[in-house]
């Protein structure tokens, strides 16, 4: 679309019209404007599935691995195919944009969201984010690069205060940003954050650099609820408020350019660039969605999951080679662990969907060796006191006895007004109805145990709760946070103690008022009585003892990794390093599979032979480890964060300041400056091969501002194929840090070159006395292999002074 075109659009519109354009229409949908062939854009929360407008089990949503596993593939080849895929689940929906990807930084491991971001180093998050973009955009689907800027903690994440210094600033926070927007970004999303003082919807640097320097051509939306305020968010290059109607826009920001507050050149720069997006996803009458070749989905979508998962799997430790198992000799195999049977395969908060099929590890397991070996399997331990929704698995509709629950929406005299069948006691968005002022929820459950159990409602505001017409609670939950995460997805529950005998059925009915700012959260949920430790870790321990072969998995919950909070800890959650030690005393041959989202402590990490990491693994997770584990597939993923025992970097603030003392220094950076060691570096990973890195090449001298090549070459001294990362970075002046990478693949014996293409941004900084990037003249060294602490190759360069470009001048990026 040309420019002509859109500024002929925007001028047929009047203040009125253009002024309405800005708020969201609904909490996903922008307003629409007929009169210029403008529908409603439709946007969707990512970024691991596409779940569409609303939350509703009966409409499931393909589930990739975690971002951070994306990240430990360091394959941009197969994030942008994945990207691809999303995109055909976004036009399947009838959504426009996607509000993926977050690439906010690992500044702490205790960070609550960190499985929703990258890496800790902004390269590769920059690369893998700008993959990522470039899939889903692909398929004529806008993504948004989030949460623009600073946006590392979730305490108090509405209103903390990050400051950062300007250098640190642009060389680590902003580079992903700014290599989404040479990728060509359509959107960004500010954050609620403030960063140095400033409110990301008002901060400066949404017009410099994003929108000025970078050339940022697409919308800046704000985060739901992020504009909180009418003058100072207008006059900024903040763009769209979501969702709709806000109260700070509309008739406010109307009445502010009437008064010549806010200049209308400023809206019609907005609503310029809404109309352009539009364009660019179809939304606009005469404009098909900018589609590319990439975009066309892979036919077996399944599989490509399947493959994500492999290429994700980060093998920590193998002692001994004990991976990949042979299935031929083995006879008996345990798997244990909470996990084993139902793995996290994806992380809490706004980011989740509702998958159209979950494969468990031990499901996996199971059929890999069908056929071969008997597959037992024994919990462990009890690692969450949380309440579990109720599901078709243990409760039906007491109406018409099918496999769910029964929802129906009530009047203010308690007659029915609408009912409908759900397949999970946690009911986001039910059908609403303009006469309802209660929900109900309602089922037969049907218990598997003897014993107490804890009978759970959630909701704000007046809550009830009976079993067999019996009324057990009946209280009113003071809403006590404005954070939208927890309003409307997590409200708290109330419990009461039900003591029932295995196999008893007892009918509960939960209800909620519904009022102003009640959200829109309700559940029904139980909490199974709590089973013996010592019982359950000597169980495993002989089942183990008794078994070929021990697959042991362990992991987070939803009360230890997601959105709206930090943690408080690395340690796993129950008594899991318990078992590992064990299971592991009790066979020599014990495999530990850790479903975690980000770093956990791993004190047993040295008693377990094999240590594999899955991650958030997505929707074929059984699948994809089973492949690993049985030598299908070699483990594809290498560390895109440091794992250690403790987080050397906090993530609270203090007095509402978040205070980035460190500067460029987290991750493998901090550590490098230790006299102490993390468990495992940044880079790190294991295959089912060994590589020799034989040689290193790079110019005896790099001009300033060009890019040069690294050439590597390695040879595969193992008896398998296999893949390596290959692994370069650059060291001036006592720093090292990641400068590129590109994957090697070989046969057994074979030797491959490597080239590493190395951008101008690894050897420059940022000057704040100059507002410009210059760079570091003099020697520096490249280093390459296979993690930031195993770098065998050397070689040495030198790079000439450069002019300096006049400030706000666009200098090459970092991709």
Same mark, same amino acid.
């Given at each position: 679309?040309?420019?002509?075109?859109?500024?002929?659009?925007?001028?047929?519109?009047?203040?009125?019209?253009?002024?309405?354009?800005?708020?969201?229409?609904?909490?996903?949908?922008?307003?629409?404007?007929?009169?210029?062939?403008?529908?409603?854009?439709?946007?969707?929360?990512?970024?691991?599935?596409?779940?569409?407008?609303?939350?509703?089990?009966?409409?499931?949503?393909?589930?990739?691995?975690?971002?951070?596993?994306?990240?430990?593939?360091?394959?941009?080849?197969?994030?942008?195919?994945?990207?691809?895929?999303?995109?055909?689940?976004?036009?399947?929906?009838?959504?426009?944009?996607?509000?993926?990807?977050?690439?906010?930084?690992?500044?702490?491991?205790?960070?609550?969201?960190?499985?929703?971001?990258?890496?800790?180093?902004?390269?590769?998050?920059?690369?893998?984010?700008?993959?990522?973009?470039?899939?889903?955009?692909?398929?004529?689907?806008?993504?948004?690069?989030?949460?623009?800027?600073?946006?590392?903690?979730?305490?108090?994440?509405?209103?903390?205060?990050?400051?950062?210094?300007?250098?640190?600033?642009?060389? @680590?926070?902003?580079?992903?940003?700014?290599?989404?927007?040479?990728?060509?970004?359509?959107?960004?999303?500010?954050?609620?954050?403030?960063?140095?003082?400033?409110?990301?919807?008002?901060?400066?640097?949404?017009?410099?650099?994003?929108?000025?320097?970078?050339?940022?051509?697409?919308?800046? @939306?704000?985060?739901?609820?992020?504009?909180?305020?009418?003058?100072?968010?207008?006059?900024?290059?903040?763009?769209?408020?979501?969702?709709?109607?806000?109260?700070?826009?509309?008739?406010?920001?109307? *009445?502010?350019?009437?008064?010549?507050?806010?200049?209308?050149?400023?809206?019609?720069?907005?609503?310029?660039?809404?109309?352009?997006?539009?364009?660019?996803?179809?939304?606009?009458?005469?404009?098909?969605?900018?589609?590319?070749?990439?975009?066309?989905?892979?036919?077996?979508?399944?599989?490509?999951?399947?493959? *994500?998962?492999?290429?994700?799997?980060?093998?920590?430790?193998?002692?001994?080679?004990?991976?990949?198992?042979?299935?031929?000799?083995?006879?008996?195999?345990?798997?244990?662990?909470?996990?084993?049977?139902?793995?996290?395969?994806?992380?809490?908060?706004?980011?989740?969907?509702?998958?159209?099929?979950?494969?468990?590890?031990?499901?996996?397991?199971?059929?890999?060796?069908?056929?071969?070996?008997?597959?037992?399997?024994?919990?462990?331990?009890?690692?969450?006191?949380?309440?579990?929704?109720?599901?078709?698995?243990?409760?039906?509709?007491?109406?018409?006895g099918e496999a769910g629950l029964l929802v129906r929406l009530l009047d203010g005299a308690g007659a029915e007004v609408h009912t409908e069948?759900?397949?999970?006691?946690?009911?986001?968005?039910?059908?609403?109805?303009?006469?309802?002022?209660?929900?109900?929820?309602?089922?037969?459950?049907?218990?598997?145990?003897?014993?107490?159990?804890?009978?759970?409602?959630?909701?704000?505001?007046?809550?009830?709760?009976?079993?067999?017409?019996?009324?057990?609670?009946?209280?009113?939950?003071?809403?006590?946070?404005?954070?939208?995460?927890?309003?409307?997805?997590?409200?708290?529950?109330?419990?009461?103690?039900?003591?029932?005998?295995?196999?008893?059925?007892?009918?509960?009915?939960?209800?909620?008022?519904?009022?102003?700012?009640?959200?829109?959260?309700?559940?029904?949920?139980?909490?199974?009585?709590?089973?013996?430790?010592?019982?359950?870790?000597?169980?495993?321990?002989?089942?183990?003892?008794?078994?070929?072969?021990?697959?042991?998995?362990?992991?987070?919950?939803?009360?230890?990794?997601?959105?709206?909070?930090?943690?408080?800890?690395?340690?796993?959650?129950?008594?899991?390093?318990?078992?590992?030690?064990?299971?592991?005393?009790?066979?020599?041959?014990?495999? @530990?599979?850790?479903?975690?989202?980000?770093?956990?402590?791993?004190?047993?990490?040295?008693?377990?032979?094999?240590?594999?990491?899955?991650?958030?693994?997505?929707?074929?997770?059984?699948?994809?480890?089973?492949?690993?584990?049985?030598?299908?597939?070699?483990?594809?993923?290498?560390?895109?964060?440091?794992?250690?025992?403790?987080?050397?970097?906090?993530?609270?603030?203090?007095?509402?300041?978040?205070?980035?003392?460190?500067?460029?220094?987290?991750?493998?950076?901090?550590?490098?400056?230790?006299?102490?060691?993390?468990?495992?570096?940044?880079?790190?990973?294991?295959?089912?091969?060994?590589?020799?890195?034989?040689?290193?090449?790079?110019?005896?001298?790099?001009?300033?501002?060009?890019?040069?090549?690294?050439?590597?070459?390695?040879?595969?001294?193992?008896?398998?194929?296999?893949?390596?990362?290959?692994?370069?970075?650059?060291?001036?002046?006592?720093?090292?840090?990641?400068?590129?990478?590109?994957?090697?693949?070989?046969?057994?014996?074979?030797?491959?070159?490597?080239? @590493?293409?190395?951008?101008?941004?690894?050897?420059?900084?940022?000057?704040?006395?100059?507002?410009?990037?210059?760079?570091?003249?003099?020697?520096?060294?490249?280093?390459?292999?296979?993690?930031?602490?195993?770098?065998?190759?050397?070689?040495?360069?030198?790079?000439?002074?450069?002019?300096?470009?006049?400030?706000?001048?666009?200098?090459?990026?970092?991709?």
């Amino acid at each position: 679309m040309t420019e002509d075109e859109l500024d002929h659009l925007v001028e047929k519109l009047d203040l009125d019209q253009k002024v309405r354009l800005l708020s969201g229409a609904s909490v996903w949908t922008t307003q629409a404007e007929p009169g210029i062939g403008l529908r409603a854009i439709v946007m969707s929360d990512g970024p691991v599935g596409v779940r569409g407008e609303g939350w509703d089990e009966r409409r499931t949503s393909l589930t990739l691995p975690s971002p951070t596993a994306l990240a430990a593939t360091w394959d941009e080849e197969l994030v942008e195919r994945l990207g691809g895929l999303l995109a055909a689940e976004a036009r399947r929906k009838g959504v426009d944009v996607l509000l993926a990807p977050t690439l906010n930084l690992h500044r702490s491991p205790l960070g609550g969201r960190h499985f929703e971001c990258y890496s800790e180093d902004p390269l590769l998050t920059g690369r893998v984010g700008a993959a990522y973009i470039s899939g889903v955009q692909s398929g004529g689907v806008a993504a948004t690069a989030k949460h623009f800027t600073g946006n590392e903690s979730e305490t108090e994440r509405l209103t903390l205060d990050a400051r950062i210094d300007e250098r640190t600033l642009r060389e @680590v926070y902003l580079a992903p940003f700014e290599a989404a927007v040479a990728a060509g970004a359509w959107v960004v999303m500010t954050g609620y954050n403030r960063v140095n003082g400033t409110t990301m919807s008002e901060s400066p640097l949404l017009a410099e650099p994003l929108k000025g320097e970078w050339g940022f051509d697409g919308v800046v @939306v704000s985060d739901w609820g992020g504009v909180r305020s009418t003058h100072d968010s207008a006059r900024a290059a903040q763009d769209l408020a979501m969702p709709g109607p806000n109260e700070h826009w509309g008739d406010r920001l109307l *009445a502010a350019v009437r008064a010549g507050e806010v200049p209308e050149e400023a809206i019609d720069d907005k609503v310029r660039r809404l109309v352009r997006l539009a364009a660019r996803v179809g939304a606009l009458d005469g404009h098909h969605p900018e589609t590319h070749s990439r975009a066309t989905a892979t036919t077996d979508e399944r599989a490509l999951l399947r493959r *994500a998962v492999a290429s994700s799997a980060v093998l920590l430790r193998n002692e001994g080679g004990l991976l990949p198992l042979d299935p031929a000799p083995l006879r008996r195999v345990a798997v244990i662990g909470p996990n084993a049977a139902a793995a996290r395969i994806q992380g809490g908060g706004s980011a989740g969907v509702y998958p159209t099929s979950v494969v468990s590890p031990l499901e996996g397991v199971t059929e890999a060796l069908s056929g071969l070996a008997e597959v037992c399997y024994e919990p462990g331990v009890s690692i969450s006191d949380l309440p579990i929704p109720l599901s078709p698995r243990n409760a039906c509709n007491p109406v018409t006895g099918e496999a769910g629950l029964l929802v129906r929406l009530l009047d203010g005299a308690g007659a029915e007004v609408h009912t409908e069948h759900r397949l999970t006691g946690r009911v986001l968005e039910p059908t609403l109805v303009g006469t309802a002022e209660t929900v109900e929820i309602s089922a037969c459950f049907r218990s598997n145990a003897d014993g107490v159990w804890e009978v759970a409602v959630a909701g704000w505001g007046r809550v009830s709760l009976a079993a067999d017409g019996r009324v057990l609670l009946d209280e009113v939950v003071e809403r006590d946070t404005d954070d939208p995460a927890t309003v409307h997805l997590s409200p708290p529950y109330r419990s009461a103690p039900l003591t029932l005998r295995a196999g008893q059925e007892v009918c509960l009915v939960a209800t909620r008022q519904l009022g102003s700012g009640s959200g829109r959260a309700s559940a029904l949920a139980v909490v199974p009585p709590r089973l013996d430790d010592e019982a359950q870790l000597a169980a495993a321990a002989e089942l183990a003892r008794t078994c070929d072969v021990a697959i042991v998995v362990v992991g987070t919950t939803d009360k230890i990794e997601s959105e709206g909070f930090d943690r408080d800890s690395l340690a796993l959650p129950g008594r899991q390093d318990d078992l590992v030690r064990a299971v592991a005393e009790a066979n020599p041959r014990t495999v @530990v599979i850790v479903n975690s989202g980000g770093p956990v402590a791993l004190p047993w990490r040295e008693q377990a032979p094999a240590v594999l990491l899955s991650w958030f693994p997505g929707q074929e997770t059984g699948h994809g480890l089973a492949d690993v584990l049985f030598g299908t597939a070699e483990p594809g993923g290498r560390l895109p964060t440091t794992w250690a025992d403790t987080a050397i970097i906090a993530s609270r603030p203090v007095a509402g300041v978040l205070s980035y003392d460190e500067g460029q220094d987290i991750g493998y950076r901090a550590w490098l400056r230790r006299h102490d060691a993390p468990a495992f570096w940044f880079g790190h990973g294991l295959g089912y091969t060994s590589w020799a890195y034989e040689s290193l090449s790079v110019p005896e001298s790099v001009e300033p501002r060009r890019p040069f090549t690294a050439s590597v070459r390695l040879r595969n001294t193992g008896a398998r194929p296999g893949r390596e990362v290959v692994q370069v970075y650059l060291k001036h002046d006592g720093e090292r840090r990641l400068a590129g990478f590109a994957l090697a693949e070989a046969a057994p014996g074979e030797t491959v070159q490597v080239a @590493v293409e190395i951008q101008p941004r690894a050897l420059q900084r940022w000057s704040p006395e100059r507002q410009a990037w210059r760079t570091e003249s003099g020697a520096f060294t490249a280093l390459a292999g296979r993690a930031v602490h195993d770098l065998p190759l050397s070689a040495a360069s030198t790079c000439a002074d450069d002019s300096l470009p006049a400030s706000g001048e666009r200098s090459p990026c970092m991709l």
